[in-house]
C-alpha cells in the first residue's frame, strides 16, 4: 500500500456538504432527535445477538442431525454478520450511544466475530472512509493478486475468469481475519504509525490480540468439542464463517465495486480533484433503498452513501437523512448512485469484475 497520503480540494464551490450538513443537522433539531442509536437499535441488538449465540448453545446441548448441524451453522453465520453490521459497525464509529464506554462495549463485540478493534478501526474508520476508492489507499480494495478490483491492480490471464471464481472466494474473508489477516495488519499498521485516536501502547495491542485469539478459539472451537464430534465442530467452524464472510463482502462490493462508482487517483502532487464529501458520491452507491428487509438486517449499510458523508450518526437515521443527500447532490448537479434491487447491483458487480478482468492491452 502506498503511504503518501493524498489531499482533499478544500475549496466546494457548490457548498454542497455545508448545505446538506444545515439541512440534516436541522432534522434532528427540529425534531429532537439524537443522532446515536435509540431502543430501535437496542431492540435489534438482542435480535442479532439472539441469532449469533442461540443455534450454538443449541448445537452444544441438543443432539441432532448434521444436517440440521449445518443449518444452524448457516444461521449463527447470519447472525455473526448482523452482529458485526448492525452493533459492532455503530460501537466503533462511536454512533451507537452517546456514553463512550456503551460505545466501546459494542464496538468490542468485534471480537467474537473473529476481529481486532485496532485493526478494524484502522482499516475501516481510517483508511476506507478517508480514502474511499483510492487505489493503494483504500485497503478494502486489496484482494492480493487474485481478485482485480481495479484498473490499476496488475493483470493476469486467470483475471479473465473472475467474475465466475471471485464470489466463491468472498466467504473467506472472515476466517483469514482469525487466522493470519489480523497478525498482519497489526504489524503493518503499527510500523506505519496508524490508528483512530491515540496512538496505543504496542505491547498491550500485541498482548491483547494474542489473549482475544486464544478467548476466540476456545469459545468456537475447543469448547464444542466437549460436547460434539470434532470434524463436525470445524466443518461447523467454516460453514459459520463461510456464510458470514460472504454477506459482509457482499454488502462491500455492491457499495463500492461497480460500474457507476470510480477509483480517482491523485495527481503528481498528491492531491485528489474533488472535496472529501464530493468524493464520497463519486466512489459509492446505494442499492435496495427501499427494502426494509435489507435495510434493517444490513444495518442500512445498503444507505452506503450516507454512511460515508455521515458515519458517526447512527444508521438507524439513514433512510430519513437519504432524502437531504439526494436532494442536494441533485441541486448540486452531482451524482447519487443506487441500484433499486440488490440483485441489479449483484449483476452490475458481476459485470464489472467481468470488465477488469480483461486484458488492458486489447481493450485500450
Given at each position: 500500500m502506498d503511504t503518501n497520503a493524498p489531499t482533499f480540494a478544500r475549496q466546494d464551490s457548490l457548498k454542497f456538504f455545508r448545505t446538506l450538513n444545515s439541512r440534516v443537522n436541522d432534522y434532528f433539531k427540529d425534531n429532537n432527535i439524537k443522532?446515536?442509536?435509540?431502543?430501535?437499535?437496542?431492540?435489534?441488538?438482542?435480535?442479532?445477538?439472539?441469532?449469533?449465540?442461540?443455534?450454538?448453545?443449541?448445537?452444544?446441548?441438543?443432539?441432532?442431525?448434521?444436517?440440521?448441524?449445518?443449518?444452524?451453522?448457516?444461521?449463527?453465520?447470519?447472525?455473526?454478520?448482523?452482529?458485526?453490521?448492525?452493533?459492532?459497525?455503530?460501537?466503533?464509529?462511536?454512533?451507537?450511544?452517546?456514553?463512550?464506554?456503551?460505545?466501546?462495549?459494542?464496538?468490542?463485540?468485534?471480537?467474537i466475530l473473529a476481529g481486532n478493534v485496532y485493526n478494524w478501526q484502522v482499516q475501516h474508520n481510517v483508511l476506507h472512509h478517508t480514502y474511499t476508492n483510492i487505489p493503494g489507499h483504500d485497503e478494502d480494495l486489496d484482494a492480493g493478486r487474485v481478485i482485480r478490483f481495479t484498473k490499476e491492480a496488475e493483470w493476469s490471464k486467470f483475471h479473465k475468469y473472475q467474475q465466475y471464481y471471485s464470489i466463491f472466494l468472498y466467504g473467506l474473508l472472515t476466517i483469514n481475519w482469525c487466522l493470519t489477516t489480523d497478525f498482519k495488519q497489526m504489524g503493518g499498521y503499527l510500523k506505519r504509525k496508524l490508528s483512530y485516536g491515540e496512538f496505543p501502547n504496542v505491547n498491550n495491542l500485541w498482548i491483547g490480540l494474542v489473549i482475544s485469539k486464544i478467548f476466540y478459539f476456545s469459545f468456537w472451537i475447543v469448547l464444542p468439542m466437549i460436547f460434539v464430534v470434532w470434524w463436525k465442530v470445524l466443518l461447523g467452524f467454516f460453514v459459520m464463517h463461510y456464510t458470514a464472510g460472504m454477506i459482509l463482502s457482499l454488502v462491500f462490493q455492491l457499495a463500492h465495486v461497480v460500474e457507476e462508482t470510480e477509483n480517482p487517483t491523485p495527481n503528481e502532487l498528491g492531491e485528489m480533484t474533488n472535496t472529501w464529501a464530493i468524493h464520497q458520491l463519486y466512489t459509492t452507491t446505494n442499492f435496495a433503498p427501499k427494502s426494509w428487509l435489507i435495510n434493517y438486517y444490513t444495518g442500512g449499510l445498503n444507505h452506503q452513501i450516507e454512511h460515508h458523508l455521515y458515519p458517526n450518526i447512527s444508521h438507524i437515521h439513514y433512510g430519513k437523512i437519504a432524502q437531504f443527500v439526494k436532494q442536494t447532490a441533485q441541486e448540486c448537479d452531482l451524482p447519487y448512485y443506487e441500484f433499486q434491487t440488490m440483485g441489479s447491483a449483484l449483476i452490475a458487480h458481476i459485470k464489472h469484475l467481468k470488465d477488469l478482468g480483461q486484458n488492458p492491452l486489447q481493450t485500450a
Open positions: 443522532k446515536t442509536g435509540n431502543w430501535k437499535l437496542h431492540l435489534k441488538t438482542i435480535v442479532m445477538f439472539t441469532l449469533f449465540f442461540a443455534p450454538y448453545f443449541i448445537i452444544l446441548t441438543i443432539a441432532m442431525p448434521f444436517w440440521l448441524h449445518l443449518l444452524l451453522s448457516v444461521v449463527i453465520g447470519i447472525g455473526m454478520a448482523g452482529v458485526g453490521m448492525n452493533v459492532m459497525h455503530d460501537g466503533n464509529h462511536g454512533s451507537y450511544s452517546t456514553k463512550t464506554w456503551l460505545n466501546k462495549i459494542m464496538g468490542g463485540s468485534i471480537y
